[in-house]
């Protein structure tokens, strides 16, 4: 408690920080190339920039996780050194990470005083209570304190993170994509209250996104980065969401969205009828799901992550068997077997495609064939594997989808993220393509990949494919799904034609307001 | 590793011979690695010996002369080796699917005792070829039906299939002894029990002018179709996807359960078929003197073979020769017959800890994408 009790109430001040010529080389690899921004105190400040920009890079060496290779870090304008975290949290910078690192059999009051470095070997609770409560008086974040973390919403789960920053006595904020886990209506409420104590000095924020949103709503400034280098920076009310985005981007050609082939009355191809399923600790995890979806039709699901929908691409695509429920598809029972999947042309693909799709320390070549190694020309007679016609066939789509690798030989572990996916993908859509089951599948690519992967997405739907198209990411909905379809605690809670609904009314069903 | 440092084809603009240095490169590193490792652990064992107050240099020249310095080594070698390349089959091949089965002396005890106790009643009358077939099939059997067992209970009820095929080895074991003690002991041998013996005329014969029996050849001949199997087939390919990434399998739509099922059988046959050449051409009778450790050194074999069935043959017939010398480092350094296990210890150690440092090595780093 020393900390808090030497601080006199109301003192707490917003400092700013500066990096100057921060480089961060690992290896041949310049992850971080001569970066000086300055986050002014009080400020609420955005970075951006693409996957692999340096932004991860760059606020690791404020924490002190990494030792930048040259360059310097000031802190209200004094030079410091920040050789490990503790440094950075002795010096009041703090951070907020994407995935909550709560104790979830905890209550929040538990979690926020385990926290701390000083905790004594037997705790006061009753003088800690009061001790918590007084600071609470002080924040404007309001969390139940007694109940197990587990109970939280996630959008409370946020608020605990930051109000364990807090009272630890942060006064500089770093959040990590800190609304990737929030309905649109959490963020907006965390990022509100956020901006208002850096609006009181209390508070300097820099906020790393990729939200265009976040950024012209909520923060006064904004840095951009790519590939490692400075390219930007401004006061966010000098620049426009087109101009940010250049910056983002660069010269690099992004296909055009395809368009959307206007379809109607086309046949029901895929329906989930009554699908019920348990989770990893054999709770439930889907409800009765319900789910029709068209020839030439993207139904987009949305939802906040961990509402059900892992398990129902799991029991989909074969990972997980169902506890009861029913898949049609053109109105014939279908089960994720290789016979039926072939027959049926049932493809799909997810994020992380090494950790669901490929074998890491196979071949690209290899990893490529899983769809077609059992058939001509690859397996010429039954059983017998032959290797040429399977290269060639690498090649081709190596070729066809500009995946970039050293060579067929190369185990697919590594490629870069985006050119796993791209060779994940050439595997399941350069054939004949009936239903396809899609979940993130842009998660944690760069902007070209991701234009790549949804134009392709968008090809199939107007070839006739039914796409079934699971997404954290509400703007991928938005973008591709001609129905939308929310899913909260395991159950479709609300269904709409595209043209018929918008974000604020998708944002509501998200968050169980329905 | 100097010597690996220039491949023709790193610098090569050609794609095709690229591929080809590169796919050498890699494969260099599954040959430095374990030999390092051999390397490490010899250092180690060194350390041991010079705490014993023995010189390694004696001990190192004892285990070549005894392994590998005379014809006779050389047989005595390779009669061990055979063994050894059938259990080690029992590890590499569910292996293949990501299960470590450590279990494969129980399948060899049970398969050389199926075999001998199905020899019993046929001995009077059938004929050699008949009989030795009918034995060597139902060593598959047995074996196959035990190892199979083990991939059953980890698909069906998800137990762990390293546990369960060790515990299975102290059932087989309990099931050779209640026989040989009991119901199908030969009464006329008074000092070890045993089953009756299947007679010599029946045994499997040498392979001629030498003293290697043709066990040998069978574990060579099986090793190579394996290593098709693994390679060359669908179901090899199957085999490998569920064995690098489960999910992957399954999202594939692969029977992965079938998959298992069948290699696990696969792997005991083999470890069964082991017991069958031990009990018809070397002793004659299934008893006590099965359990000589054979599945366990096969683990380390498999390890040190990477897996790879055609690698197996020659880390067989090495760990052969180091068991061979045994009774040589015995007599003439005054040191117990164990003192080989330690080594063997040592380098199963080793080996484990060096798994960890594929694709760490400076040198092996992936070179990144071209752009």
């Known amino acids: 408690m020393a900390v808090l009790q030497s601080r006199p109430e109301g003192a707490r001040r917003a400092i700013g920080l500066e990096t100057i010529g921060m480089t961060k080389a690992f290896g041949p690899l310049v992850a971080l190339d001569d970066v000086s921004i300055r986050v002014r105190p009080g400020s609420f400040h955005a970075l951006l920039g693409e996957n692999g920009a340096g932004k991860s890079t760059l606020v690791k060496c404020v924490m002190g996780f990494y030792q930048p290779t040259s360059g310097s870090a000031l802190v209200n304008d004094r030079e410091v050194s920040i050789p490990n975290p503790k440094a950075a949290h002795a010096l009041g910078i703090g951070m907020v990470y994407q995935h909550f690192t709560l104790v979830p059999s905890l209550t929040a009051a538990e979690n926020l005083v385990i926290s701390r470095a000083d905790t004594p070997a037997v705790i006061d609770w009753a003088k800690e209570r009061k001790a918590l409560e007084a600071f609470l008086e002080t924040t404007p974040f309001k969390v139940p304190l007694d109940m197990p973390v587990s109970g939280l919403s996630a959008g409370e789960k946020q608020k605990l993170e930051i109000l364990k920053q807090l009272y630890l006595d942060q006064s500089f904020l770093i959040l990590d994509e800190p609304t990737s886990v929030l309905t649109p209506d959490e963020a907006d409420e965390v990022l509100g209250l956020l901006r208002g104590m850096t609006e009181a000095g209390e508070l300097t924020i820099l906020m790393i996104t990729h939200k265009f949103r976040e950024v012209t709503a909520y923060a006064d400034e904004v840095t951009v980065l790519r590939r490692g280098r400075m390219v930007g920076s401004g006061k966010v009310s000098d620049l426009s969401i087109d101009d940010m985005s250049r910056m983002m981007i660069g010269d690099t050609a992004i296909r055009e969205s395809a368009a959307r082939k206007a379809h109607s009355g086309e046949p029901l191809k895929l329906e989930i009828a009554g699908l019920f399923a348990d989770d990893d600790e054999e709770l439930p995890a889907l409800e009765a799901v319900n789910l029709k979806v068209r020839c030439g039709e993207i139904l987009g699901i949305a939802g906040v992550s961990g509402n059900g929908q892992s398990e129902l691409i799991q029991v989909l695509s074969g990972q997980r068997l169902p506890s009861d429920g029913r898949i049609f598809i053109d109105g014939k029972p279908y089960e994720p077997e290789r016979k039926l999947m072939d027959s049926f042309k049932v493809f799909g693909f997810s994020e992380e495609p090494l950790r669901n799709a490929a074998v890491p320390r196979m071949s690209v070549a290899e990893n490529m064939a899983f769809r077609t190694f059992d058939k001509v020309p690859i397996s010429p007679f039954r059983g017998w594997l032959s290797p040429s016609p399977m290269l060639k066939k690498a090649r081709d789509l190596i070729a066809a989808y500009r995946v970039k690798t050293p060579s067929t030989e190369e185990p697919i572990e590594n490629l870069s993220g985006g050119n796993v996916q791209r060779a994940i993908l050439a595997r399941e859509i350069s054939g004949e393509v009936e239903v396809l089951i899609v979940a993130n599948p842009c998660f944690g690519l760069d902007f070209a990949s991701v234009a790549e992967i949804r134009a392709q997405i968008m090809d199939q739907r107007n070839r006739g494919a039914a796409v079934l198209l699971v997404s954290e990411d509400l703007d991928e909905i938005l973008e591709l799904a001609d129905t939308v379809a929310v899913m909260s605690e395991g159950r479709i809670t609300y269904t709409s034609p595209m043209d018929r609904t918008d974000r604020a009314t998708i944002g509501h069903a998200m968050a169980g307001h329905h | ?371």
């Open chain 2, 1 to 371: 590793m100097a010597e690996t440092a220039d491949f023709p084809g790193l610098s090569s603009s050609v794609s095709g011979l690229r591929e080809w240095g590169d796919r050498l490169r890699r494969s260099s590193e599954f040959i430095v690695i374990p030999v390092l490792a051999l390397f490490v652990s010899g250092i180690l064992f060194s350390v041991f010996l010079l705490a014993l107050g023995k010189s390694p240099a004696d001990f190192f020249s004892l285990v070549w002369r005894g392994g590998f310095g005379t014809s006779f080594s050389w047989q005595n070698t390779l009669v061990r080796s055979a063994p050894l390349i059938l259990t080690a089959l029992c590890v590499a091949i569910p292996a293949r699917l990501g299960l470590v089965i450590i279990g494969g002396e129980g399948a060899l005890v049970l398969g050389g005792f199926g075999a001998a106790a199905i020899a019993i009643p046929m001995v009077p009358w059938a004929p050699t070829p008949v009989l030795l077939g009918v034995m060597a099939l139902a060593s598959i059997v047995c074996g196959g039906i035990w190892i199979g067992l083990v991939g059953a209970l980890r698909h069906y009820r998800g137990v762990n299939e390293t546990i369960s095929s060790l515990l299975l080895f102290y059932i087989a074991v309990s099931i050779l002894n209640f026989f040989v003690e009991g119901a199908l002991r030969d009464p006329s041998d008074p000092n070890k029990p045993s089953t009756m013996p299947i007679g010599r005329d029946n045994m499997i014969g040498m392979i001629p002018g030498t003293d290697v029996h043709w066990g040998l050849v069978v574990g060579i001949v099986l090793c190579v179709l394996l290593y098709l199997l693994m390679n060359r087939t669908t179901f090899g390919f199957a085999a490998r996807i569920t064995g690098g990434n489960l999910r992957a399998a399954q999202a594939q739509g692969l029977p992965v359960g079938r998959l298992m099922l069948v290699s696990c059988a696969i792997a005991g046959a083999c470890a069964g078929l082991a017991g069958f050449l031990e009990v018809a051409a070397i002793h004659g009778k299934a008893n006590a003197s099965l359990i000589a450790g054979y599945g366990f050194t096969g683990i380390l074999v498999s390890f040190l073979a990477r897996h790879n069935p055609l690698v197996i043959v020659p880390v067989a017939v090495f760990l052969g020769g180091i068991a061979a010398s045994g009774g040589l480092v015995q007599r003439r350094m005054d040191l117990p017959d164990a003192t080989v296990l330690v080594l063997q210890g040592l380098i199963f150690l080793v080996i484990l800890v060096s798994e960890t440092f594929y694709g760490r090595l400076p040198f092996y780093r992936s070179k990144g994408e071209i752009s």
